[in-house]
């Protein structure tokens, strides 16, 4: 059974920080892409952040230069530095994964939610 376990969200002032961490499981996570996408309310859920197998990482335009993805496949946990952050980056963080190749997102987390206040 695939579990991807979001951790890290809460309340911030703007130009703040928050680290988000995803623990997975029942995959075999190093062959697998992760991603991180949010929603706000009233919005389409969006791109954040992906990262492949590979370590080749790809970014929404309005979090490039603020934010970070990476990877650690022992632990099997993927993990999104925030910084700079912005009131309109307030939603809820959603983990993926896929397998490499696939072209949708084939599982997703619960979400954690992020609230960045003004």
């Known amino acids: 059974q695939v579990q991807l376990v979001e951790s890290g969200g809460g309340l911030v002032q703007a130009g703040g920080s928050l680290r988000l961490s995803c623990a997975a499981s029942?995959?075999?996570?190093?062959?697998?892409?992760m991603g991180w996408y949010r929603q706000a309310p009233g919005k389409q859920r969006e791109l954040v952040a992906t990262?492949?197998?590979?370590?080749?990482?790809d970014y929404g335009d309005s979090v490039k230069g603020r934010f970070t993805i990476s990877r650690d496949n022992t632990k099997k946990t993927v993990a999104l530095q925030m910084n700079s952050l912005k009131p309109e980056d307030t939603g809820v963080y959603y983990c993926?994964?896929?397998?490499?190749?696939?072209?949708?997102?084939?599982?997703w987390g619960q979400g954690t939610q992020v609230t960045v206040s003004s």
């Open positions: 993926a994964t896929k397998r490499w190749g696939r072209e949708v997102w084939e599982y």
């Open positions: 029942g995959i075999f996570f190093s062959i697998n892409d």
């Open positions: 990262i492949t197998r590979g370590g080749s990482t």
